[in-house]
């Protein structure tokens, strides 16, 4: 019998789009889909270790009230398991040493960053290099963007992709590098995988609201070195169908939404990869 690939969707304390997330797992063929609060791993009911992909949705965690993502990144580094000192990152880099995926949107994503699990650079885990801050607009924005893909990203998610149609809903998308030299060592290595773009997907915008944040180069997306943790600021899961699109009765458009090739290309590496 076939093995079944496994996704987990994790939930609870502010985000709002897991159960998209997990519809997306679901239509790209994972045969085990679950959406877990936070705590039920926490308390032990629940592990990491049994699932093959890791998707972190969008969302408001915690309120953001300490900034996007922060609580959540010390509920993360330093919370243990009930009855165990093993903490939930200990589950988590048990994870990706066993070169299993990790997919983070938005809220997500800027977990991902102040974790240290993006960019990684030398494979590093736990060192934030990087952020996700306030928009340079000053406010919250909700719109749709064209995304220019890195053909030369090691990134798994983004394979066989030229550019992609996809709604940002964010007041904290500003990606910032700590210093020069880091973000000269993630373009030199790659790691840029989505930038906003002009409507052709060619060429990376710094321009209002093509650019709806201002982040530096242009940065949508990143990845790891290896290509297999995966982040960005606009939303895969909000477009897998045409009528998802803003302009679905005006357009001729393909039943599927660009959003869904993100999570087909992972499903796929896991069948291919981590279960043959």
């Not at 009230?65 to 939930?88: D, M, N």
């Amino acid at each position: 019998m076939a093995k079944k690939v496994k996704s987990i969707v994790i939930t609870g304390y502010g985000t709002n789009c897991e159960v998209e997330m997990a519809h997306a797992c679901r239509l790209a063929g994972s045969e085990v889909v679950d959406i877990v609060h936070v705590s039920e791993i926490l308390c032990g009911k629940v592990r990491l270790d049994d699932y093959h992909f890791l998707n972190l949705p969008g969302g408001f965690l915690d309120g953001d009230y300490l900034g996007s993502a922060k609580a959540a990144t010390i509920r993360f580094l330093h919370a243990r398991i009930s009855g165990s000192k093993e903490r939930l990152f200990d589950q988590l880099s048990r994870f990706i040493a066993e070169g299993k995926l990790i997919l983070g949107v938005c809220n997500g994503f800027q977990l991902q960053v102040k974790l240290g699990l993006l960019p990684a650079l030398g494979g590093e885990l736990g060192n934030q290099t990087v952020t996700l801050t306030f928009n340079d607009s000053g406010r919250f924005e909700d719109r749709w963007v064209y995304l220019k893909v890195n053909e030369h990203s090691p990134c798994i998610f983004t394979r066989g992709l030229k550019g992609l149609y996809l709604p940002v809903r964010h007041g904290e998308g500003k990606f910032l590098p700590r210093d020069e030299k880091i973000l000269e060592e993630i373009k030199n290595k790659n790691l840029i995988a989505l930038q906003y773009s002009e409507q052709s997907f060619q060429n990376p915008t710094m321009t209002y609201p093509a650019n709806p944040n201002g982040s530096v180069s242009a940065i949508a997306g990143i990845c790891d070195e290896n290509g297999r943790i995966f982040g960005l600021m606009p939303h895969p899961e909000a477009y897998l169908h045409r009528t998802n699109h803003p302009r679905w009765t005006r357009e001729n458009l393909p039943e599927e939404g660009m959003g869904l090739a993100i999570f087909r290309n992972a499903i796929s590496f896991i069948r291919e990869e981590l279960l043959s």
